[in-house]
């Protein structure tokens, strides 16, 4: 495998990536706007970007940076946004990959392309048709479609990855916030609640990249990736530090905490839900082999 080009190489999934890519023995070369040492400091992922001088015998390109999920977006145009940052600036990109060479291009993308939700025993496969829920699955949505077309166009091999929530050692969002308030010794209040979520640790994540830029069977294909089992809200629960409880408190605990906490429908319907993913296209064609929930490192 020839030099790999990371972009958004020092957030959470694009540190442990680079540092895998090493220990590896796999030259990287990782950008980001934010100056760190070893990594080259980009002005803008934006049109402005003259990427030519960066992809000078690069064989492939693994897209991380983007505009992310945002609970409570204060932009007045939040599509534009999302729009301008994960659409316009990786087809950008891609294009400039596909005028000096570059052979492959990964982007990593979301598992909400596909929806907010699944069906018991009905997980989301790669082949299903997109439904994407909200500006930022959207803009993700219309990235995934563009690349696939300059692929098209130029012969540029497109790799597709829709990750669900990622979580591991040093991880922030909902999950470290989880953490938090385990430190209180709060019970648990979803013990009674037997839903299956998808989730997918940082290394299974980035082994899967690894695969996908690599691969022969990954070119052009979408890949649905996932640690190998689901859990339940409770079990993320608990492993962020919450106490376990009987049934009577998580019931009495589910009556006053969620009001108290008023909670929007949407996030009640996403802790409650079912959200699970299908990865066996993922482990036939890429011969990835994810390992399980890591309930010591949620």
């Known amino acids: 495998m020839g030099t790999t080009l990371v972009t958004g190489a020092s957030g959470f999934v694009g540190t442990f990536l680079m540092e895998e890519m090493k220990r590896r023995n796999l030259p990287v070369i990782g950008v980001t706007r934010s100056a760190k040492p070893e990594l080259l400091t980009i002005p803008t992922y934006g049109k402005a970007m003259e990427w030519g001088p960066l992809l000078n015998d690069v064989d492939t390109v693994v897209h991380l940076a983007a505009r992310v999920h945002v609970m409570k977006d204060r932009?007045?145009?939040?599509?534009?946004?999302?729009r301008q940052a994960n659409v316009?600036?990786?087809?950008?990109?891609?294009?400039?990959?596909?005028?000096?060479?570059?052979r492959r291009m990964v982007f990593v993308s979301t598992i909400k392309v596909n929806g907010e939700f699944t069906q018991p025993g009905h997980p989301f496969k790669a082949e299903d048709d997109p439904m994407p829920n909200g500006p930022y699955a959207q803009s993700k949505a219309e990235a995934e479609a563009g690349l696939l077309q300059?692929?098209?166009?130029?012969?540029?091999e497109v790799v597709i990855l829709r990750p669900p929530l990622v979580y591991g050692p040093g991880h922030k969002g909902n999950l470290a916030t989880l953490a938090d308030w385990a430190k209180f010794g709060f019970p648990?209040?979803?013990?009674?609640?037997?839903?299956?979520?998808?989730?997918?640790h940082v290394s299974n994540l980035c082994s899967a990249i690894i695969a996908a830029?690599?691969?022969p069977n990954a070119a052009n294909q979408v890949f649905l990736?996932?640690?190998?089992?689901s859990v339940s809200t409770h079990d993320i629960f608990l492993a962020s530090g919450w106490r376990k409880s009987s049934r009577l408190s998580d019931a009495i605990?589910?009556?006053t905490l969620l009001p108290l906490l008023k909670l929007k429908k949407s996030t009640r319907e996403r802790l409650l839900s079912d959200l699970e993913v299908d990865t066996e296209k993922a482990k036939f064609?890429?011969?990835?082999?994810?390992?399980?929930?890591m309930s010591e490192k949620a």
């Open 150 to 156: 300059i692929g098209r166009e130029t012969g540029l």
């Open 285 to 293: 064609l890429l011969e990835w082999t994810p390992s399980p929930f």
């Open 225 to 229: 990736i996932a640690d190998s089992s």
């Open 75 to 82: 932009e007045q145009n939040p599509l534009q946004e999302f």
């Open 213 to 215: 830029c690599k691969h």
């Open 253 to 255: 605990f589910q009556r």
């Open 88 to 102: 316009e600036a990786t087809l950008h990109l891609a294009r400039a990959a596909a005028r000096h060479g570059v």
């Open 188 to 200: 648990s209040p979803f013990g009674a609640v037997q839903n299956r979520r998808s989730l997918v």
